[in-house]
């Protein structure tokens, strides 16, 4: 059965590891939506962060999909909301307390892409994660917000080392109430429970009437391994972490390589 759609991550998937997209990437990408394969970028991003890409692939209009804050937004490219699933303002203010509590730099992200944190001293993964959204800072405690605030999803971030020390009693913490991914070195991430992109993949497959057979799946990371698990054709980055190759049917080239040009021409184009 041929596909029909392509998930993918952005970050060390879609981009170099400089943050780029290849010439050759866009082009093949172009050629599958020519094809009329239907392209989702598939992030941890609000969609602020990820319509440059779209943008610059082509992906346009109200019949093209991304699936945003690792799965919990659902949206069409021009801001239809096929399906969201946000964190409560109690939740929201337990995370925050944590954080406090801890010492452990902590923002969130609304549903309109915005990143909102209580931390005076804003940490330096917070202004780097705004730059790459296109998204500005608000410093906000929580009750300075509505009562009804609600967020898509809350990020423990610091440097690689300070994760790694936390990570485990966080998730011991809120692993119970609470899908817990470590998305990246620099990113903890809290999110609704029925919220991953494997989830979200297959609610938007069903939406469009396509089985999972019809779907490739590329990634590099722990948070895209739901998407793998969904996908009849789950394509690891060369660049991917160890967990992610072994979850994956194929191991491609590295993303300074054209690894996903060349899983695309073997998997969609051949």
């Given at each position: 059965?041929s596909?029909?759609?392509?998930?993918?991550d952005?970050?060390?998937t879609l981009?170099?590891s400089?943050?780029?997209?290849?010439p050759n990437t866009?082009?093949?990408i172009?050629?599958?939506l020519?094809?009329?394969?239907k392209?989702?970028?598939?992030?941890?991003?609000?969609?602020a962060?990820?319509?440059?890409y779209t943008?610059?692939?082509g992906?346009?209009g109200?019949?093209q999909y991304a699936?945003?804050?690792?799965?919990?937004?659902i949206?069409?490219?021009s801001g239809?909301?096929?399906?969201?699933h946000?964190?409560?303002?109690?939740?929201?203010?337990?995370?925050t307390?944590?954080?406090?509590?801890h010492?452990?730099a902590?923002?969130?992200?609304?549903?309109?892409?915005e990143?909102y944190?209580?931390?005076?001293?804003?940490?330096r993964?917070t202004?780097?994660?705004a730059?790459?959204?296109?998204?500005g800072?608000?410093?906000?405690?929580?009750?300075?917000?509505?009562a009804?605030?609600?967020?898509?999803?809350?990020?423990?971030v610091?440097e690689?080392d300070e994760?790694?020390a936390?990570e485990?009693?966080?998730?011991?913490?809120?692993?119970?109430?609470?899908?817990?991914?470590?998305?990246?070195q620099?990113?903890?991430?809290?999110?609704?429970p029925?919220?991953n992109?494997?989830?979200?993949?297959?609610?938007?497959?069903n939406?469009?009437?396509?089985n999972?057979?019809?779907v490739?799946a590329?990634?590099d990371?722990r948070?895209?391994i739901?998407?793998?698990?969904f996908?009849?054709?789950a394509?690891?980055?060369?660049?991917?972490?160890?967990?992610a190759?072994q979850?994956?049917?194929y191991?491609t080239?590295?993303?300074?390589n054209?690894?996903?040009?060349k899983?695309i021409?073997?998997?969609v184009?051949?």
């Open positions: 059965m596909i029909r759609l392509i998930a993918l952005i970050d060390d981009l170099d400089k943050g780029k997209l290849l866009v082009a093949t172009k050629a599958a020519a094809n009329g394969v392209v989702v970028l598939c992030s941890g991003r609000p969609l962060g990820v319509k440059l943008e610059a692939l992906i346009t109200d019949d699936i945003t804050y690792n799965g919990a937004v949206e069409s490219i239809h909301v096929v399906a969201r946000l964190v409560n303002n109690a939740d929201y203010r337990k995370m307390k944590y954080g406090q509590q010492q452990i902590f923002n969130v992200l609304d549903a309109n892409s990143i944190t209580a931390d005076h001293d804003v940490n993964i202004v780097v994660q730059w790459e959204n296109s998204a800072i608000l410093i906000r405690t929580p009750d300075e917000l509505p009804d605030f609600e967020i898509a999803k809350g990020l423990f610091g690689k994760l790694d936390v485990a009693e966080v998730r011991a913490t809120f692993e119970k109430d609470f899908y817990v991914v470590r998305a990246g620099n990113f903890l991430e809290l999110m609704n029925v919220v992109k494997g989830q979200a993949l297959q609610d938007l497959a939406n469009l009437h396509l999972a057979d019809e490739m590329v990634g990371e948070n895209d739901p998407m793998f698990k996908a009849g054709t394509v690891s980055m060369g660049n991917g972490i160890e967990v190759k979850n994956a049917d191991v080239d590295t993303n300074d054209d690894g996903l040009a899983a021409q073997k998997f184009l051949n």
